[in-house]
């Protein structure tokens, strides 16, 4: 009878301690959180280039995340020393926000926040009130005070251009999820039904990997998504939530120190949204957010998230 105890014990401790080391499951779904589930091939060594720029970088280099590129110095302004030179877990801000501070879908756009919106979002990553499942804590308990002020500050004098189509679609490319947690078509041009799905892809996934600044990206939305999102947002949905233009202004620009929703990245819209309603996202400004989402159902942060990043 012991070693029978002794076996089961075992195999008791082998299952909680399988279940312990298992990433915690995303407050949404997946298509939201988008976790590795393939790979692109990697890349020749050599130099490349992209459409209107004279600068040439490597893949090592377009990789470096300490270091990356920047394309078209001209277009902005000289950029603080943390938004191009990363230090210990500090990595350079434009290697995922990219120099144009449009970002990737996975990361964020900068653009179109005032520098304190900024700066608080910074404090909340520091503090571990605003829980980022990448890098973000880590990034932010290693960056000084005066380095996140000088950041904020040269985002928030850039202006947000066209960045992400959003197109209707009831079928879409089948597509993986490769490094970086972007999602890109897989080879062969098959298809599927998009169901309950926001799918971001690359306009050109050449270009997205040399991270330029000048291609976007194309979110599917499901059919008849838009308008179900511009009803949601305009009239609160019969008490499901509150029209968003009361806090974030008319033309969903922000309003003070109330971030912008339109033309924000769909599916970035979509995780905040997940996660101020998990509780994952707190701070001073995210108490505004909790009554706002208790209410929603998926299908809600799906149409409201297709609806706002339609808006230029």
Known sequence: ???????????????????????????????????????????????????????????????????????????????PSLVQKGHGAALACGACHLMSGEGHPESAGLTGYTAAYLIQQMADFKSGARKDSARMNAIAKDVSDEESRQAAAWFAALKPGAWTK???????????????????????????????????????????????????FVAYVPPGS??????????????????????????LQGLGNVP???????????????LFKDGTRNGVDAQLMKKPVARLTDDDILNLSAYLASLQ
């Not at 720029?53 to 090592?60: E, G, H, L």
């Not at 080879?187 to 039904?193: A, I, L, R, Y």
């Not at 838009?226 to 033309?251: F, M, P, Q, W």
């Open 226 to 251: 838009i308008a179900k999102g511009k009803a949601l947002v305009e009239t609160g949905g019969s008490g499901r939530t509150i029209a968003c233009s009361i806090c974030h202004g008319d033309t």
């Open 1 to 79: 009878m012991p070693r029978v105890v002794s076996v089961l014990a075992v195999l008791a401790f082998c299952v909680l301690t399988g279940r312990a080391q298992q990433p915690p499951a995303p407050p949404g779904p997946l298509w939201a959180f988008p976790a590795i589930n393939g790979s692109v091939p990697a890349e020749e060594p050599g130099p490349k280039s992209i459409p209107g720029s004279s600068k040439a970088y490597t893949p090592a280099q377009i990789d470096d995340l300490n270091n990356p590129p920047d394309w078209f110095p001209d277009e902005h302004p000289a950029p």
């Open 260 to 274: 912008r929703l339109a033309g924000v990245h769909p599916i970035y819209i979509a995780r905040q949204l997940y």
């Open 166 to 216: 959003v197109t209707e679609a009831a079928m879409v490319p089948k597509t993986f999820v490769g490094q970086g947690r972007m999602r890109f078509v897989q080879p062969g041009g098959e298809t599927e039904p998009i169901g309950n799905r926001i799918i971001t892809v690359p306009q050109d996934q050449a270009r997205a990997r040399s991270r330029d600044p000048r291609s976007g």
